[in-house]
């Protein structure tokens, strides 16, 4: 109900929580945008603004399905929905700030002044217990400090709306102090982004208990898809070959036969990937002569271990999934009206949930689970072992949920998990506590560190000592990025402008040139030490002729023993090069 003006509200009661969390919801989404913005680095993964408001819309969406009359109980079903959804750094750390909102909340009906501002403390310091390194200048210290005035004025405010509106002028002066405290904050002329969510988030609030209308629910949003499958017409090559060859190491020497073989290949397919090691070559193709390509390796050596598959039949299976099954988010909605605000049963996962899940039948020791966006890359991944890819990455992060999901599907216990991108480990990092099955995370922060990872997968190991194996590969790899900026920013000295492209090396922002070509070479020039191999997996829009070409200035200019080519077919990234 509208509060007329000039009214004091004493307490909050199970309808107008639900009104204020959904208007808060409903104001997120409006100034999502404005927040992607905000992001300091110009690189397309300004989605801190984004990935708060889908983190957010779940929460409220779990609030939305619950039917109790308890604040207590609503609050519960908030933090669930958020912990499942949680996407993205600043998704996780909201996550976190909402669980220790409604830790506080356990056992009110309504909320009065006092108890809101308790709450938010307590938000305050269950999301700083939950980073790793907490820094400030950060959407922590503005809930930090927020929460300490609103503590303050509890004393002698009873008023919620009055309240509130101190807290948001605590929030929005903290806010505005951000640049003082990072200075890529200061250098980039912008406020931290994640405090200018939690900041809309409060004024969202506000609108709600105020009871300004929306015509909005967040059950019936839209959710953000993953990348939809390609029809099958465009499929050029339709099967999918790989085989092992062995060979005669007294006829063959396996780096020259490796190389022939990889140069054979180029007028049979795409997707090529020919890899080796003893006496085994393992050879990866799409082709339309599969046929023809067995007798190829016959004349090698022994050919075993034969998997054909036909390509526009499984994409045409997907297409017909995806049109039938569209993902039912409501399943993980807990409509017990008992339901306890405590972590252990906000998080608990039924027995009846896992037998009715599909299964994903496993054959070996240890599962492996990775993002990754692209075919080419989705498809080198497989090959190397990865026995399932969740779609994501560069401004799609996966949720929480969208792990769990697949490792409650899995019929093994023991799962290694690939995020590949910084901003995707943390939500990665949650399904530990949320399963008993036994999870390591390696926290690869890039395709070529989950290569090198992969390379050494051994299931007859330990998991321990696999995870270790593993994480020590990772360190012998460099890996190059070329993007597009997606703004006009200045970063690590530079003077970027939109539209330039940027050269990365592990993350950090080392060139910005006109020309991509370009953008490589200076890149290589910056960075490239004593490595030895060196490859590249071109994007999406661009041609292996392209590449070649680039290929060629590369071997002109820099002494590296070899250079591979695959088609990764990623977007936003033209090229990916790993440097070891």
């Given at each position: 109900m509208?509060?007329?003006?000039?009214?004091?509200?004493?307490?909050?009661?199970?309808?107008?929580?639900?009104?204020?969390?959904?208007?808060s919801l409903y104001w997120l989404k409006e100034q999502k945008s404005f927040i992607d913005s905000l992001n300091v680095f110009p690189v397309p993964d300004g989605d801190t603004g984004t990935n708060m408001y889908l983190t957010f819309q779940?929460?409220?969406?779990?609030?939305?399905?619950?039917?109790?009359?308890?604040?207590?109980?609503?609050?519960?079903?908030?933090?669930k929905g958020a912990l499942m959804g949680a996407r993205g750094n600043s998704g996780v750390i909201l996550s976190q700030l909402i669980r220790g909102f409604a830790q506080a909340l356990k056992e009110k009906k309504t909320m009065n002044s006092k108890d809101f501002a308790l709450a938010l403390e307590k938000a305050s310091e269950v999301a700083y217990h939950g980073v790793l390194k907490p820094v400030e200048g950060t959407i922590l210290t503005v809930s930090r400090q927020a929460a300490?005035?609103?503590?303050?004025?509890?004393?002698?405010?009873?008023?919620?709306?009055?309240?509130?509106?101190?807290?948001?002028?605590?929030?929005?002066?903290?806010?505005?102090?951000?640049?003082?405290?990072?200075?890529?904050?200061?250098?980039?002329?912008?406020?931290?982004?994640?405090?200018?969510?939690?900041?809309?988030?409060?004024?969202g609030m506000l609108k709600g208990l105020k009871g300004e209308k929306i015509e909005y629910q967040a059950a019936k949003t839209e959710k953000k898809s993953a990348q939809k499958s390609k029809l099958a017409e465009n499929i050029k090559f339709t099967y999918c070959t790989q085989m092992l060859i062995k060979i005669n190491t007294r006829k063959f020497k396996l780096d020259r036969l490796i190389e022939k073989i990889r140069k054979d290949m180029q007028s049979y397919g795409d997707s090529i990937m020919v890899v080796g090691s003893d006496e085994i070559i393992k050879l990866h193709i799409h082709t339309n002569h599969p046929g023809v390509l067995l007798e190829y390796g016959l004349k090698k050596g022994q050919v075993f271990d034969i998997k054909i598959d036909n390509m526009r039949k499984q994409n045409q299976e997907k297409v017909e999934r995806e049109n039938m099954q569209e993902f039912d988010h409501s399943q993980f909605h807990n409509k017990d009206n008992n339901l306890d605000a405590s972590l252990d049963s906000e998080?608990?996962?039924?027995?009846?949930?896992?037998?009715?899940?599909?299964?994903?039948?496993?054959?070996?020791?240890?599962?492996?689970?990775?993002?990754?966006?692209?075919?080419?890359?989705?498809?080198?991944?497989?090959?190397?072992?990865?026995?399932?890819?969740?779609?994501g990455g560069q401004s799609m992060n996966p949720s929480t949920n969208d792990f769990l999901e697949v490792v409650k599907k899995m019929n093994s216990d023991k799962i290694i998990i690939l995020p590949n991108n910084k901003n995707i480990i943390s939500a990665a990092k949650q399904v530990s506590d949320l399963t008993d099955k036994n999870i390591e995370i390696i926290e690869t922060k890039s395709i070529p560190q989950a290569v090198a990872a992969l390379m050494s997968f051994n299931d007859q190991l330990e998991l321990d000592d696999l995870k270790a194996k593993m994480e020590a590969e990772?360190?012998?790899?460099?890996?190059?990025?070329?993007?597009?900026?997606?703004?006009?920013?200045?970063?690590?000295?530079?003077?970027?402008?939109?539209?330039?492209?940027?050269?990365?090396?592990?993350?950090?922002?080392?060139?910005?040139?006109?020309?991509?070509?370009?953008?490589?070479?200076?890149?290589?020039?910056?960075?490239?030490?004593?490595?030895?191999?060196?490859?590249?997996?071109?994007?999406?829009?661009?041609?292996?002729?392209?590449?070649?070409?680039?290929?060629?200035?590369?071997?002109?200019?820099?002494?590296?023993?070899?250079?591979?080519?695959?088609?990764?077919?990623?977007?936003?990234?033209?090229?990916?090069?790993?440097?070891?």
């Open positions: 509208p509060i007329n003006k000039g009214e004091k509200m004493k307490s909050i009661n199970a309808e107008q929580f639900k009104n204020m969390m959904s208007t779940e929460a409220v969406s779990n609030l939305e399905a619950n039917n109790s009359n308890s604040v207590s109980k609503l609050a519960a079903a908030l933090s300490e005035e609103a503590i303050k004025e509890a004393e002698s405010t009873q008023d919620i709306l009055e309240l509130l509106q101190i807290t948001i002028a605590a929030a929005a002066d903290s806010l505005a102090k951000t640049p003082e405290l990072l200075d890529a904050l200061k250098e980039a002329e912008v406020v931290d982004a994640g405090g200018q969510g939690y900041l809309t988030i409060l004024k998080t608990e996962v039924s027995k009846k949930d896992q037998n009715q899940a599909e299964k994903i039948e496993i054959d070996k020791k240890i599962a492996i689970i990775s993002v990754a966006n692209g075919n080419g890359i989705v498809n080198i991944l497989t090959e190397l072992g990865v026995d399932y890819i969740i779609e990772i360190k012998h790899v460099k890996t190059l990025e070329i993007t597009q900026a997606v703004k006009n920013s200045k970063v690590n000295g530079l003077e970027i402008t939109e539209g330039h492209y940027l050269g990365l090396s592990d993350g950090k922002i080392i060139v910005s040139e006109q020309d991509k070509e370009k953008t490589v070479i200076e890149l290589l020039n910056e960075v490239a030490e004593a490595e030895e191999l060196v490859t590249i997996y071109y994007g999406e829009g661009i041609t292996e002729a392209e590449t070649r070409q680039i290929k060629t200035i590369m071997e002109e200019k820099f002494d590296f023993d070899e250079i591979e080519i695959y088609a990764g077919d990623q977007p936003l990234y033209p090229f990916i090069i790993s440097l070891e």
